[in-house]
């Protein structure tokens, strides 16, 4: 199977993966060397560090041998056809993860190969991101029923969170500006397995939550629309005043990075709440715990 997107898992299969990630995390060398022999390869056509180095730490602590590639070396799409390269890789590779501009690319390579594509990051999705999210959310309380409040940019984050969260039926609250909002089709699907409710105020998504997410206002390949984006998104920065809106337990999340007095303040970063490195290193577990899925 391919994971490019974070519902190519069931419920109950996204279920069990948390929870191959979590027994991961309390014992790694339960599953240290399981994985000997195979190969791991991993495409980063944008730069990258979490996921760079967790994907590669994961591979090499399982046994596999972890073959990292970059844009210059392969070409890909420019002094190669994507096609050709995925052709390529599947002969000497026995998982094939990228990171990509277009997820559209993503679907070709995984069209034209037979092994396992892993989707690091795409302009539509980024659920290994998600895996991580949710193991996140998952060690503080029970995630059903749990109200999640993302706050910011409508991108590709988002898109996968919401589904995961939705999947693993928690109640989903976004906040965005106007013109921000996630992918309608991202919404529907999300919709479909639970309770999202979309809105342009941050105060009301954020109030009574048990989560408070943020991301980064401008993605890479939108530094030019950076200023524009820090006015529009301005009202939407989760500093004290706004996470203080939570629960009296909230917890707050962020990919990374984090731009610092933008998109988050120091204080929310540096909270006694704040999960943010938690998250971080679980981005190790959860995709030793996928790729142990993808193999078992």
């Not at 591979?59 to 972890?66: D, E, K, T, V, Y």
Request: charged share 25%.
């Amino acid at each position: 199977m391919d994971f490019l997107r974070i519902d190519d898992l069931t419920p109950d299969q996204l279920r069990a993966v948390l929870a191959r990630a979590e027994s991961v995390r309390r014992d790694p060398s339960a599953v240290s060397g399981r994985l000997a022999g195979r190969s791991v390869g991993l495409f980063f056509q944008k730069p990258s560090t979490r996921t760079r180095v967790s994907t590669e730490l994961a591979s090499a602590q399982l046994g596999a041998i972890p073959v990292v590639l970059g844009q210059q070396e392969v070409g890909f799409g420019s002094r190669e056809a994507v096609k050709d390269v995925a052709g390529v890789l599947d002969r000497y590779l026995d998982v094939i993860a990228m990171r990509v501009f277009k997820h559209t690319d993503l679907v070709e390579v995984a069209e034209h190969a037979q092994a396992p594509v892993i989707n690091l990051l795409s302009d539509v999705e980024h659920p290994c991101q998600a895996l991580a999210d949710l193991q996140t959310i998952a060690e503080e309380r029970p995630m059903a029923g749990t109200t999640l409040a993302y706050v910011g940019d409508g991108n590709n984050v988002v898109h996968s969170l919401m589904v995961g969260a939705a999947m693993m039926e928690m109640k989903v609250r976004i906040a965005t500006p106007a013109g921000y909002e996630p992918d309608p089709e991202y919404v529907a699907k999300a919709e479909s397995f639970g309770d999202v409710f979309v809105t342009n105020d941050a105060e009301d998504a954020v109030r009574g939550a048990d989560v408070v997410y943020t991301d980064v206002w401008a993605s890479m390949g939108q530094e030019n629309e950076a200023g524009e984006r820090n006015r529009v998104f301005s009202p939407y920065r989760v500093d004290l005043a706004l996470f203080e809106q939570a629960a009296e337990d909230a917890i707050f999340l962020h990919c990374l990075p984090a731009h610092r007095g933008s998109e988050v303040t120091d204080a929310v970063v540096d909270h006694v709440r704040s999960r943010v490195l938690d998250q971080a290193e679980n981005r190790l577990h959860t995709f030793k715990a996928l790729l142990l899925h993808l193999f078992e």
